[in-house]
């Protein structure tokens, strides 16, 4: 009965542009480029590119298989395997129940800077002091969450085919062109500073794309290590119920593994691709120190500066990349909500109408908390690994530092050992396909992936720097 209800997409390349939507997110945006300029340029790029491959791989194929075998959201996927396992669902499905608010507090902020450009091409204020007037300001940032949050909830209204893989199959190639746009153009900038040096965008990239093995111990290889690993771990989406819930609604005849190669492929192509976009451009303006600054105050600070630097094409380069950004977190926001849909569907049989505006009601109030964190509920907390922040970083935290990684040691533990990785395997080669990386998928899930996620968890607790 459920199986035959359930949702499906409409083919392969339906399903590889929703999880690649889900993939290609903020991360790959603003933290991507950052770990690669500061983790010794192509150096990252060659231990990134391995862990994708392995590690990466491991993760992701397990999770689309759970998801297709078991046609279940994450809530109640993992009791399906193991009855006694019902619980690691329920934390599965508290990851993106946190991550969901804070999600659209930013995809609200990006939503300003998108109208901003739009309506105001001569946009000049790219300073620190205007994003953080906006951000603690007290209606405005409820307001653009309160936008962002409806249009993902209508676009997950509308279905697995008619919402949700129909936004990806247009805003992903969108996505693909503004990325080559914005990067060929920034490959080609030069600028003569007060000083009269000249730096140019050449330059920049050759920054990015070179390894530099200066200072390289075996420690500081081992920091680049846990970086890369991390980044991927939050690039792929993993950890989170999201790939599970995309999986089950993965027709059976669409090759598995074929599927997860392009996923990645995209994945990390548009996060090597975000990095010509945005390294070159910051060395031109700023030197290498512009290079240190990641996250919201890379996007919402430097780059906006940067813009005014270039004149006109700095309004048309503003608009291109904060729509980038938007389709980007909003493809990333479905698949989150759509987690957190699923399992409710599925565990109190409510129909889609139903768990959609009691996701959406949950996800206002506690946004716009989240909002209030910048100006009346605002504290300055020291988390355990050494970092300070408000409520938006105190969820993000707990979410992907520590949930993340127990959710995921978990599921190796349960496919590795338990379930044994023929769980998986079976699954992947059920239309006589060969899965490709037997072995090495063998060995990752059972002992590898653990540990190196072991290493990861503990990291969020201030150990390995
Ligand atoms: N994978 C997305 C990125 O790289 C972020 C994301 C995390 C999306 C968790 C959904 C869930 O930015």
Known sequence: MEKQDRSTFTGTLGFVLAAAGSAVGLGNIWRFPYLAAKDGGGLFLVIYLVL?????????????AIGRKTKQSPLTAYGKI??????LG??????PVLILPYYCVIGGWVVQYFGLYLTNPQFREGTDVYFSNFISSSVNPILTMLLFLLVTAYLVYRGVDKGI???SRILMPLLFIFILIIAGYSLFLSYTDDSGVTRTGLQGFLIYLIPNFQGITVGRFFEILVDAMGQLFFSLSVAMGIMITYGSYMK?????????????????????????????????F????????SGPGLIFI?????????????????????????FAALTSSISIMEAIVSSFMDEFHLNRNRAVITVTVITIIMATIVCMGYNILNFELTLPNGTTGQILDLMDYISNSVLMPLVAILTCILIGWLAKPDYVISEVEKDSVVMGRKTLYKIMIKYVA????????????GLFG
């Open 82 to 87: 193991k009855k006694k396992w019902r619980g």
């Open 90 to 95: 329920i934390i599965a499905c508290l990851v």
């Open 286 to 293: 700023s030197g290498y120190e512009g290079l240190e600054s």
């Open 252 to 284: 059976e005849d669409s090759n598995l593994n074929k599927s997860i190669n392009q996923i990645e492929i995209f994945d990390t192509l548009i996060a090597f691709l975000a990095g010509v976009m945005i390294i070159p451009a910051v060395y031109v």
């Open 450 to 461: 653990p540990v190196l996620l072991i290493i990861l968890f503990l990291k969020a607790f």
């Open 52 to 64: 994708a491959l392995t590690f990466g791989f491991t993760l992701l194929i397990t999770e689309v």
């Open 302 to 326: 430097a780059l906006p500066q940067i813009f005014v630097h270039m004149g006109f094409f700095g309004s048309v380069l503003g608009f291109l990349f904060f729509a980038t950004v938007l």
């Open 165 to 167: 893989e129909k936004t």
